[in-house]
């Protein structure tokens, strides 16, 4: 089979689109013949070597950690999926990724696929989709009618946490580059200011912080939370700001696979509820240059990756 995979780390120019052993499901796993993959950038800073700390893989390794696809084979043990099932889900950040033909994928980090959009384009919702629904409801324990202030609301997870927080009932505050306003807005935001510390008429109850910002704009984004309060962080190259003695909290949020909570955005996004973002199909021969292409500037909206058809 065809994968794209590197050897080495470095820049973009060390991944290699090339033939590949097909794998074999063990115990508990499933086979998906791949539809689509997408980017996140965590997969960039993987490639480039700088989290080997935090994430150490195996070279050579095949990127890819979202995976929208069909049931081609099963493991032993397998219930609750059948050959020709339509799925999606995301690896661990350690595993083999599904940047490839085929992919084997543990049975319990699965979901079935929505049926409400095409089965490419739903590769885009796992990973971002969590990652905002674990924020707003795992860590900051958000409920109705509380306020919300999202930083960096314009972009692929910002989006997600938008339209959730919304759906839950909160007031929600956005803070947005220029090109990502509008996105924003249709997500919709109640108010929607431009980057950096917005002046607020009162306090909010929860800051959530996906955009890279400077020790001081963290402080300062702890500092717009009413006491007993709570910021979740997903630039965990940085630690959240906390206030002890407010009250408020500080919460680094590393993003897990959970299909129970993937269900529940699926159902969601079939209900008319909640949406994808901006999608733009690449085949998986190019995943290479948006690398690239994410190295000079911020990739708007999502990407996925078309595995090659039969």
């Given at each position: 089979?065809?994968?794209v995979?590197?050897?080495?780390?470095?820049?973009?120019?060390?991944?290699?689109?090339?033939?590949?052993?097909?794998?074999?499901?063990?115990?508990?796993?499933?086979?998906?013949?791949?539809?689509a993959?997408?980017?996140?950038?965590?997969?960039?800073?993987i490639?480039?070597?700088?989290?080997?700390?935090p994430?150490?893989?195996?070279?050579?390794?095949?990127?890819?950690?979202?995976?929208?696809?069909?049931?081609?084979?099963?493991?032993?043990?397998?219930?609750?999926?059948?050959v020709?099932?339509?799925?999606?889900?995301?690896l661990?950040?350690?595993?083999?990724?599904?940047a490839?033909?085929?992919v084997?994928?543990?049975?319990?980090?699965?979901?079935?696929?929505?049926?409400?959009?095409?089965l490419?384009?739903?590769?885009g919702?796992?990973?971002?989709?969590?990652?905002?629904w674990?924020?707003l409801?795992?860590?900051?324990?958000?409920?109705?009618?509380?306020?919300?202030?999202?930083?960096?609301?314009?972009?692929?997870?910002?989006?997600?946490?938008?339209?959730?927080?919304k759906n839950?009932?909160?007031?929600?505050?956005?803070?947005t580059?220029?090109?990502?306003?509008?996105?924003?807005?249709?997500?919709?935001?109640?108010e929607?200011?431009?980057?950096?510390?917005?002046?607020?008429?009162e306090?909010?109850?929860?800051?959530?912080?996906?955009?890279?910002?400077?020790?001081?704009?963290?402080?300062?984004?702890?500092?717009?939370?009413r006491?007993g309060?709570?910021?979740?962080?997903?630039?965990?190259?940085?630690?959240?700001?906390?206030d002890?003695?407010?009250g408020?909290?500080?919460?680094?949020l590393?993003?897990?696979p959970?299909?129970?909570?993937?269900?529940?955005?699926?159902?969601?996004?079939?209900?008319g509820?909640?949406?994808?973002?901006?999608?733009?199909?690449?085949?998986?021969?190019?995943?290479?240059?948006?690398?690239?292409?994410?190295?000079?500037?911020?990739?708007?909206?999502?990407?996925?990756?078309?595995?090659?058809?039969?």
């Amino acid at each position: 089979m065809k994968a794209v995979r590197f050897h080495e780390y470095g820049t973009p120019e060390v991944l290699r689109y090339e033939d590949v052993d097909q794998p074999v499901p063990g115990v508990g796993e499933i086979r998906i013949r791949v539809a689509a993959t997408s980017f996140n950038p965590v997969e960039g800073n993987i490639r480039a070597g700088v989290m080997q700390g935090p994430i150490p893989i195996q070279l050579p390794h095949t990127p890819g950690l979202d995976i929208a696809g069909t049931v081609d084979a099963l493991g032993e043990d397998v219930t609750g999926f059948d050959v020709g099932d339509r799925v999606i889900g995301v690896l661990p950040l350690t595993s083999t990724g599904a940047a490839a033909e085929y992919v084997i994928a543990p049975v319990q980090l699965l979901a079935a696929a929505p049926t409400s959009v095409p089965l490419v384009d739903a590769a885009g919702l796992p990973l971002v989709g969590l990652t905002a629904w674990q924020a707003l409801f795992e860590h900051a324990k958000l409920t109705t009618g509380q306020r919300v202030l999202i930083n960096g609301a314009g972009g692929a997870v910002g989006t997600y946490a938008v339209q959730l927080a919304k759906n839950a009932g909160a007031y929600v505050i956005a803070t947005t580059g220029p090109r990502s306003s509008e996105q924003a807005k249709a997500a919709g935001a109640d108010e929607i200011h431009g980057p950096g510390i917005p002046e607020l008429s009162e306090p909010v109850d929860v800051v959530l912080n996906f955009a890279p910002i400077a020790p001081e704009q963290m402080a300062a984004l702890a500092a717009v939370i009413r006491d007993g309060g709570v910021l979740v962080n997903t630039t965990v190259w940085m630690p959240a700001a906390s206030d002890e003695a407010r009250g408020v909290r500080g919460i680094n949020l590393f993003f897990r696979p959970d299909a129970e909570q993937l269900t529940e955005l699926v159902s969601l996004l079939d209900a008319g509820k909640l949406h994808l973002g901006e999608t733009r199909r690449v085949p998986l021969a190019g995943l290479a240059q948006v690398h690239a292409e994410a190295a000079t500037e911020p990739i708007n909206g999502k990407v996925v990756f078309t595995a090659p058809l039969d």
